[in-house]
């Protein structure tokens, strides 16, 4: 059974930082892309950014440019996700999903509906 464990999230004050987890397990952590969203109050879930762990490939979409970095320790089948200069905007319940990499003709970053597995997500709340 596929399992991801998202992790990390909390009240921060403006400008802080936080970093997320998303714990993978039953699958191979190579075979995939691990992607971050977020979805705040009233609106649509919105892609933060992309990490393919077959090849460090990185996309990350505009609220994460400059700002928000992710990094991999593949020994525990782990992604983090780090928030900087956090605002009361990025405040949203964050999620992770992972999207089976299949065959040379895949296409990166997938798309949201392409994603395979999700986490149960964790709060970000930034505020003073």
């Known amino acids: 059974e596929v399992q991801l464990q998202a992790s990390g999230g909390g009240l921060v004050q403006p400008g802080g930082s936080l970093t997320l987890s998303c714990a993978a397990s039953g699958l191979t952590f190579d075979d995939y892309t691990i992607g971050w969203f977020r979805q705040a109050p009233g609106k649509e879930r919105e892609g933060v950014l992309y990490?393919?762990?077959?090849?460090?490939?990185?996309y990350y979409e505009e609220p994460a440019k400059g700002r928000f970095i992710t990094f991999t320790d593949n020994a525990k089948n782990t992604v983090y996700l780090q928030l900087n200069s956090l605002r009361p905007e990025d405040t949203a319940v964050y999620y992770c999903?992972?999207?089976?990499?299949?065959?040379?003709?895949?296409?990166?970053?997938?798309?949201?509906?392409?994603?395979?597995?999700w986490g149960q997500g964790t709060q970000v709340t930034v505020s003073s």
């Open positions: 999903a992972a999207d089976h990499i299949v065959g040379p003709e895949y296409t990166f970053p997938p798309t949201l509906r392409e994603y395979d597995y």
């Open positions: 990490v393919s762990e077959s090849d460090g490939s990185t």
